[in-house]
């Protein structure tokens, strides 16, 4: 197995700027919708070492680049105050689904750039693609990702979703490196990083 390190550090570097505007939407819409943990704890905020997971953001995507696999990886989740949250279930919906649209209109932003840069077309369209693969990866309804919120919007009893979190990180590995979903979201992020910088074109 021939390791890349230059082409892993890379792909850390592209998931770290990526997470940043993730972590910041749900901070953002957090406090936008009444509730002021995310800005007590310092995360309404661009700055890139706000939101770093020092194992997650950096040690595991590392690892999943050089030994190969499902790219695979996390940054420092956001806390909320569900009782401070205007709409209750819905504005914890609300505040979930903001992280992933971020990734989607950040590689939106990303090919309007390379119509403008195309010297560096190659790193930003690697970006979009890993952005839309965050944006997938993340809507898995499978706790602690984005997308088991909508198990709680849905009124699904607290019991079962607790259940479901305490085996939820085996869960994600199993499904990721043990079944077609990781590949499918692959495909389906290229293809769509594809048409957008088509659009631009």
């Known amino acids: 197995m021939q390791l890349d390190l230059t082409q892993a550090l890379l792909n850390v570097t592209i998931f770290w700027i990526l997470t940043t505007p993730h972590e910041f939407a749900h901070a953002f819409v957090a406090d936008r919708l009444g509730d002021d943990?995310?800005?007590l704890e310092g995360r309404v905020t661009?700055?890139?070492?706000?939101h770093v997971d020092w194992m997650g953001t950096v040690f595991v995507p590392l690892l999943s680049s050089l030994f190969g696999g499902v790219f695979f990886g996390w940054g420092r989740a956001v806390n909320t105050n569900p009782?401070?949250?205007?709409g209750g279930a819905n504005g914890l919906l609300a505040v979930a689904l903001a992280g992933p649209a971020s990734n989607v209109a950040f590689a939106l932003l990303l090919a309007a750039m390379a119509a403008v840069w195309p010297f560096g077309e190659g790193i930003l369209f690697?970006?979009?693609?890993i952005s839309l693969f965050l944006a997938l990866f993340n809507m898995i309804p499978i706790p602690p990702l984005d997308g088991s919120k909508i198990l709680i919007a849905a009124r699904i009893p607290v019991a079962a979703y607790v259940e479901l979190a305490r085996f939820g990180f085996i869960l994600l590995l199993v499904l990721m490196f043990s079944t077609g979903i990781g590949r499918w979201m692959?495909?389906?992020s290229y293809a769509?990083?594809?048409?957008?910088?088509l659009l631009f074109r």
């Open 126 to 129: 690697r970006a979009a693609f």
């Open 83 to 86: 009782s401070k949250l205007r």
């Open 192 to 197: 769509g990083a594809m048409r957008l910088f």
């Open 46 to 50: 661009l700055n890139p070492l706000a």
């Open 37 to 39: 943990t995310p800005r």
């Open 186 to 188: 692959v495909e389906a």
